[in-house]
C-alpha cells in the first residue's frame, strides 16, 4: 500500500486568488493523479501529473486553470487558480503503485471552500 | 469512454439489515474497485475486484467481468458503514472512472 498526505487539510478562499495543494506519497510511484469532487458529487479526473514533463489534463481541464507540478516520483503538486465558488470542491491525489498491483490509492483530500 | 453506473443511488437501513449495491459498467475493465467515503471525504479502498469473489468481514463483493457487473455485499450493518460507496473501473488509462455513488445511511 501507500501512505499519502495532502496539505492543507483544507482552506477557505477569496474569489480571485490561487491555491497549491501538495500530495506526498511515502515511495515511488509510477504514476499520480488528482480529481474533483463538487458537492454532493462523484469524482472526476483532471489530469495525469507526469514525472519530468506536462501533465495530460482531461477534456474540461485546462493547464492554465489547474497548472499541475511533478518533480519527482513522491510528489506532486496542484494549483487552483484564479478560483470563483464554482471551484469550492474536494480535490484528491491518487497513486498507482505498479509493482505488481493495479490498486490505487487515494490521499485525505483538500476541502476548498472559494468565497 | 466507458461509463459506470450504480444502484440505487440512495439506501436507508436499519441497523443490523443486509444490503447490496449494484455497479454496471459498459466495457471491459482491468481494474474495478470499491471505495468508501466517509463523512470527512476520505475515500476508503475496500475491495479491488476485477473479477471473481471477496470477503473482508461483513463485506463482500462479487465482479462478474463477463457480464459487466458487480455487487458489493453489506451484512449487518452498523451506523459506521453509513457515507457514499463509489465503484471505480479502470479501462487501459491507469486512471479511474468513478461511478455516481450509492448514498448510505444506516439508522439505529
Known amino acids: 500500500s501507500a501512505v499519502i498526505s495532502q496539505k492543507p487539510s483544507r482552506d477557505i478562499c477569496q474569489r480571485g486568488t490561487s491555491l497549491t495543494i501538495q500530495c506526498q506519497v511515502d515511495?515511488?510511484?509510477?504514476?499520480m493523479f488528482w480529481y474533483r469532487q463538487q458537492p454532493g458529487q462523484s469524482l472526476t479526473l483532471i489530469a495525469t501529473?507526469?514525472?519530468?514533463?506536462?501533465?495530460?489534463?482531461e477534456s474540461g481541464f485546462v493547464i492554465d486553470k489547474f497548472p499541475i507540478s511533478r518533480p519527482n516520483l513522491t510528489f506532486s503538486t496542484l494549483t487552483v487558480s484564479n478560483m470563483s465558488p464554482e471551484d469550492s470542491s474536494i480535490y484528491l491525489c491518487?497513486?498507482?503503485?505498479?509493482?505488481?498491483?493495479?490498486?490505487?490509492?487515494f490521499g485525505p483530500g483538500t476541502r476548498l471552500t472559494v468565497l | 469512454g466507458i461509463q459506470v453506473e450504480q444502484s440505487p443511488p440512495d439506501l436507508i437501513l436499519q441497523e443490523g439489515a443486509n444490503s447490496t449495491l449494484r455497479c454496471n459498467f459498459s466495457d471491459s475493465v482491468n481494474n474495478l474497485q470499491w471505495f468508501h467515503q466517509n463523512p470527512w471525504g476520505q475515500l476508503i479502498n475496500l475491495f479491488y475486484i476485477p473479477s471473481g469473489t471477496k470477503q473482508n468481514g461483513r463485506l463482500s463483493a462479487t465482479t462478474v467481468a463477463t457480464e459487466r457487473y458487480s455487487l458489493l455485499y453489506i451484512s449487518s450493518s452498523q451506523t459506521t458503514d453509513s457515507g457514499v460507496y463509489f465503484c471505480?473501473?479502470?479501462?487501459?488509462?491507469?486512471?479511474?472512472?468513478f461511478g455516481s455513488g450509492t448514498r448510505l445511511q444506516v439508522q439505529p
Open positions: 491518487s497513486v498507482f503503485l505498479g509493482q505488481g498491483t493495479d490498486t490505487q490509492y
Open positions: 515511495s515511488q510511484v509510477t504514476m
Open positions: 471505480a473501473v479502470e479501462a487501459g488509462r491507469r486512471a479511474l472512472t
Open positions: 501529473a507526469n514525472q519530468g514533463s506536462e501533465a495530460t489534463y
